[in-house]
Structures are given as structure tokens and as C-alpha cells.
């Protein structure tokens, strides 16, 4: 990807150093295993593991103000239809109040007919006691003719007796007037309270219902992963709560890559390096792709732990094979690259009173010199300065006898 034909630097480090321990172990002193120095391409590349997902996922999540249990899943891979049903969420404490609210609401029914036929009743009465009181004033308004065989005073009597009983008779109209007005209004606040409650259920039974995920259009159904560092998917028998995803619709046409870093490799990572992807599920295919977006927080991956996990994600640009989601990719990140430059195995790199120093190879004995590194990594070093190309170095630190 970076230079052609000409040698990675890293790939050599390895066999040189096999070299080193053998020469070391049978020669010793004077006659040490030589590095020369040539000019060559510098690449330093970092080996993480990633996660292939897709860029236009459908993402069904459980639903908000829910703490259950998985009851069902889809198994993962699985291609399904339309309105199939992906996951069945178990929360006890919703079907308990759902259970609660349709035995209030019974009750609630029982109540209004129980307020609907007191007020009836007492209805009834009241106008029983008015049809009464009208019997009795028209009896006494027939005897009104006897009034004038009557003495004065008896028939101030009479004439009292009716004037109070056309009192009682307004009284009683009053009072089934009255009584109407309550009973409506003791029906009013029944039906307002059952009302109120069909609403509960209704809400209740709508959030039972959204335990119940469904597919929103036909395609492939991938089980979420319970967190977002590991690879660990969710299971029948899990808790689950709101909002957590738990199973995804990937568009498979249109792929990205999550990488989890920790902290000191995150650090050398930029937005733009090279990746570029191998995955054992399919060995031979190969995809290629740059970095994206660096997460500026850290994530503990377990409990206690203070090793904090990066996400980086990474772009898919060009690959052999089509991709699908949830794939474990092996990941190798293009950190830097120099094309044309002097380039050691750092094992030759030694340290003198805080400066960098090497040995290189003058007839019999050795020249200590100081160098100037541009570019150091575990594996190899970019020197700017102190050697030459074609200078040989050596592995090992040289006797101090054998020194110049």
C-alpha cells in the first residue's frame, strides 16, 4: 500500500533480531551481528481489533420506562419480513399496573351504575312525595266550597293548610331540582374518573404492546451488542432497560468500522490514517479505509478496572468483497509514513548520558556516535542524523575494550 516493491521495515526487525540472539550466543566481543544502514520506506503501523456495522442501521430499542427481561430474540443473521416479531420484552411491574388499572376500571363501571341507580331511587321518591303533595292540594282546593259554611276561624285554618301545602309542593320541586343537578354531577365526575382511567389503560396497554418489537421493513435482524465495547450480544433471560438497543436493521450496502483503543494507543492515532482491514471470517478479503472521529472520552470495559477503552470509527472506501455487519476485523493503522529515509531497527539504539547513541563498525573496533532521531517506535527508528547510508551498526552493544 505504501511503497511498491521496496522492503517494510517492520517485517525485518523480527528476523534480524532471531540473528542477533544467535550471533550473540556464539561469538561474542569483537565479531558482532551488523545492521547496514540503507535508505528505505518507514512505516509505523498500529494492530487493533475492530467491528464491521453498518452507516444506515434501523435500531429498535427498548422502550422508555421499562425495566424487564428478554423474553424472546431473533436469532442473528436472521432474514425477516415486515411486522415479524424480533423481541419480546417481559416487565412484570407494567403487566401488575395494567392488571391493577383494568380491575379499577371494572370497578369504576360498577360504581357509576351503582351512582346512576341511587339517583333513581332518590329521584323516584321525590317525586312521589310531589305527586302526593299535589294529590292533597287538589283534594283541599274541592272542599274550597265548604270554606264558606265554615267559621272565620276555621276557615283561616284551611286556608293556612293549603298555603303550606303549595309551600312544600315548591319545596319538593326544588328539591328534585336540586337532586337532578347533583346526580348529574355525581354521574359527571364517575364518567370523568373512568374517562381517566381508560386513558391509563390505554397507555398501559399501548406500553405493553411496544414490549413487543416488530420489524419495520424486511431485511437482515442482528442482535445488539450488550455494550458498546465488547462483542458480547444480548441474550434470552437478559435484563434490559430504557432506551438500550437491542436489535439492529443494518443496510448492508454501506459499511463502517468500530475500533476500541485504549488510552496510549488512542494517542498516536489521528483523523485521515490509513487503515486497512482483514477479517478471519473471510480470508481472503481485504478492505481499505481511513480514520474518522477519535471519541474524546474513555469507557471502563469492566467494573473496577481502570483501563479505559477509545472508540475510533473508520471509514470502508473500497473492499474486494461485500461486508456484512457485526464481522470482527483485524485492523492495521498507517500512523506514519516516510518514503525515502535512513531507517534502523531501534534494538541499535542506545542511550548514553540521556543522548542517542550507536556503534557502528570501523575495521575491528567500534565508533560510539551520536544520532539525532526523527522518528522512534518499539519496532524501528527514522535517524536524521550521525550516519551514513551503508554504515554498518551493530545489534549489540559492543565490549567497552572493543570501543573507539
Known sequence: MFGGRKKIVLSAVAALIGIVLASCSAKGGEDLT???????????????????ESLGAITLTCPPDVDGSIEY????????????TLCIIEDLSIEERYDNLLIDLENSYADLEATKANAQLELAMLEAQVRTNEAETQIAGLDSVQLLYLSPTERRIKELQMEQ??????????????????????????????????????????????????APRDGLAIRARRN????????????????RAVVTMPTIDSMKVLI?????????????DSVE????????????????????MGLKRTEGSEVKTFEVEASVDSVLQPL????????RIFLQHVPDTLVVPTVCIYKRDSVDVVYVRKGKKYEERVVRLSITTPR?????EGVNEGEQITLIKPDDKHIL
Do not use: H
Not at 320541586?173 to 354531577?185: G, L, T
Not at 364517575?190 to 381517566?196: C, G, H, L, T, V
Open 165 to 214: 301545602s303549595v309551600i312544600r309542593r315548591e319545596r319538593l320541586y326544588k328539591q328534585v331540582d336540586k337532586q337532578k343537578i347533583i346526580q348529574q354531577a355525581d354521574i359527571k365526575k364517575a364518567e370523568s374518573k373512568i374517562s381517566r382511567i381508560e386513558r391509563r389503560v390505554e397507555s398501559q396497554r399501548e406500553l405493553l404492546q411496544s414490549l413487543i418489537l416488530l
Open 260 to 272: 476500541y483503543a485504549q488510552e496510549t494507543e488512542c494517542k498516536r492515532i489521528e483523523v485521515g
Open 34 to 52: 551488523l545492521y547496514t544502514v540503507e535508505r528505505d520506506a518507514f512505516v509505523d503501523v498500529l494492530r487493533v481489533e475492530g467491528f464491521t
Open 277 to 296: 482491514y482483514s477479517f478471519d471470517a473471510m480470508p481472503y478479503n481485504r478492505a481499505w479505509g481511513r480514520i474518522t472521529k477519535l471519541s474524546p
Open 73 to 84: 430474540l431473533v436469532e442473528s443473521g436472521t432474514m425477516v419480513k415486515q411486522g415479524d
Open 228 to 243: 458498546p465495547w465488547t462483542t458480547q450480544t444480548w441474550l434470552v433471560g437478559d435484563n434490559v432497560w430504557n432506551g
Open 380 to 384: 524501528s527508528s527514522v535517524i536524521a
Open 324 to 331: 456484512d455487519p457485526g464481522l470482527s476485523a483485524n485492523c
